[in-house]
């Protein structure tokens, strides 16, 4: 019996329909085998594509579980990230067909070769997998357990699997370490947050309305019995969404309200932990690679992963540019080849050795690789600019307000709010890191949502802004905070990196002052000498005052600067509660200020 024949006969005693035939080739000089069938414990098949060289043999694995569908090639999918990309950066199709490049999953043509089995797995009630789509759920994460302890014992592996992929790829991957597979011998994250509330659902309690609109432009088109509407595979002509054909009633009941479910959990609660990692379960080696334009889904996690993940084997990289780019260029590829080689194929190449901290440092117009040993950086300068309300600056050191002079700044609680700035800086300025920004606040109303957004200016005073992972013209860094949801957690935060509870609503009464510690994230920029450091405090999502970024096809909103991941959800934000009056208040024992992490040079 072959290996096909047999696991389709445990496919039909795990009562599935017959309604796939797996089958395989030899094409490109790989071995294919199509819609394996993978069992779940509660007789549910998921499908798998298989990649694995000519010569027989047992192979390291490289492997992913998502719900895109792994039959649609990038380019169908998603044409105008794949013709960006492609024209910007050549060295990603090259070398390939590209026929089996598919969205945030490795290209096989370029890992084979190196002798890795490559192992795509449709997830629950996407592609060619039916069942009920729950993303993140821990139902997902127990099939993506079981498909990586089935991996590990097949007749072509070593019996050693690899996780790697961006973004959904990359998120989950958290989330099943902590179970511990295993057969799971390593792990790269690449561009994947974490925590399902404070890096997805919700930025500092204000709800997020990506994953409402991602459900319908990229879940929703691939999702099992779509048909024809989930188009076909241009390698072999079959539907990438499964033989059957269902109605769009059918469809709806084999999926979660995931929009509602998510505007249902307000608060940090069990729904959201049993979406998030354990921090201290993730033991696995790993390399969590960050996107400093991420901001609003794609850093948070990768920088979190590689502070508080019990791993002892962990390695950091950041870098820029689009989030699907540098994954693809030969620089990514060849970073997590390097990796996988030393996890699993044993290969002795020096990756003992290579700097736990690797930074494609930012400037205005380049970035500059640096190696370090640890994050955040040792020999940070931890460095307060107060804010003076009468002079609208940031001045560094001192005390700020004075103690006897008070004063305040009001603005529309739904408008653009206030901005700060340094003077032209003396010389070169760098800060990489986390940032925070401490204000007192009060509002007309029982709350007030706070975005803060971290700018550089040139001399001429126009903004400078970076290509981010999604969005053109990215700022430099961005906080979020709902005045209601200020409660602390003594025990994680720190003085750079508030973390807040997220577990009660403390409403504010009228004119009440309030302190509040606002988390920025992770960013990276060196700033040149007669260049200013901005910071703007209101109250909806930054936009980018030099015009608008265009659209991407697998995006409903115009790209004006946070790209799809905005705020403007009117249930999250209802009028009466959020349109009132917010104010800043200085002097007295209100002395705001932000924290920024200035480094110094290396010394050489």
């Known amino acids: 019996m072959s290996l096909l024949e047999g696991e389709a006969r445990m496919a039909e005693n795990a009562g599935e329909r017959r309604t796939h035939q797996p089958r395989g080739e030899i094409r490109d000089g790989m071995r ?172 500092g309690g204000i709800l997020s309305t ?79 690679a960050a996107n400093w334009g991420g901001q609003g889904l794609h850093p948070r ?61 930012r400037h205005v117009d380049r970035f500059v690789e640096r190696a370090e040993n640890e994050w955040p950086l040792a020999r940070t300068r931890w460095t307060r600019f107060h804010l003076d309300p009468a002079t609208g600056t940031l001045t560094a050191g001192g005390q700020g307000q004075r103690a006897g002079k008070k004063a305040t700044l009001h603005f529309d609680a739904l408008g653009d709010g206030v901005t700060f700035l340094t003077a032209p800086l003396a010389q070169e300025t760098e800060i990489t890191g986390p940032s925070a920004l401490r204000l007192y606040v009060s509002s007309s109303t029982a709350d007030a949502d706070i975005f803060a957004v971290l700018r550089v200016l040139s001399p001429d005073l126009k903004e400078v802004v970076f290509q981010g992972a999604i969005d053109p013209h990215t700022p430099l860094g961005q906080g979020w905070l709902r005045a209601s949801h200020r409660q602390l957690d003594r025990k994680l935060s720190t003085p750079y990196r508030p973390y807040h509870t997220h577990a009660r609503k403390q409403p504010l009464k009228p004119g009440e002052v309030v302190a509040l510690d606002i988390e920025i994230w992770p960013t990276s920029i060196v700033v040149p000498a007669g260049y200013r450091i901005g910071l703007s405090v209101g109250g909806k999502d930054y936009v980018y005052p030099g015009g608008s970024g265009g659209r991407l096809s697998n995006f409903k909103n115009e790209l004006t600067g946070c790209g799809p991941f905005l705020h403007d959800d009117p249930r999250d934000r209802p009028a009466g509660l959020f349109d009132g009056v917010t104010t800043l208040h200085f002097g007295g024992v209100a002395r705001p200020y932000l924290l920024l992490p200035i480094i110094p040079a290396k010394r050489k």
């Open 210 to 288: 990506f994953w409402e609109n991602w459900y319908d432009m990229q879940v929703k088109t691939v999702q099992y019995g779509a048909g024809e509407r989930g188009k076909r595979s241009r390698v072999h002509g079959e539907l990438v969404c499964g033989p059957e054909i269902l109605s769009e009633t059918q469809l709806a009941q084999n999926r979660s309200d995931f929009g509602g479910e998510i505007f249902s959990h307000p608060l940090d609660d069990s729904y959201h932990r049993g979406r998030s990692p354990v921090w201290a379960k993730v033991k696995v080696p790993f390399l969590s």
């Open 301 to 361: 996690g990768n920088f979190e992963g590689f502070a508080r993940a019990a791993s002892k084997r962990k390695w950091l990289e950041a870098h820029g540019l689009e989030h699907w780019t540098h994954f693809y260029t030969d620089y990514g590829r060849k970073l997590q080849l390097r990796f996988f080689d030393y996890f699993l194929h044993g290969k002795d190449n020096g990756w003992d050795r290579q700097p736990r901290v690797l930074l494609q440092v």
């Open 32 to 203: 294919i085998d199509w819609d394996v069938p993978i069992a779940m414990d509660d007789g549910v098949v998921l499908r798998a594509d298989v990649f694995r060289p000519l010569a027989a043999g047992r192979y390291p694995v490289i492997l992913s579980y998502g719900p895109y569908a792994k039959g649609l090639a990038f380019q169908d999918g998603y044409p105008s990230a794949w013709e960006r990309m492609t024209r910007q950066h050549p060295d990603v199709a090259a070398g390939s067909s590209n026929l089996y490049q598919s969205w945030e999953v490795v290209d096989p043509e370029k890992w084979v070769p190196h002798d890795y089995a490559c192992v795509r797995v449709d997830s629950r009630g996407a592609g060619c997998s039916p069942g009920f789509i729950d993303h993140f759920s821990p139902r997902e994460t127990k099939d993506f357990y079981d498909c990586i302890e089935w991996a590990g014992v097949q007749p072509w592996s070593n019996g050693k699997v690899g996780l790697d992929g961006i973004s959904y790829y990359g998120i989950n991957q958290w989330h099943v370490a902590s179970l511990q597979p295993p057969h799971l011998a390593a792990m790269c994250i690449w561009e994947g947050a974490a925590d399902w509330y404070r890096d997805m659902t919700h930025h």
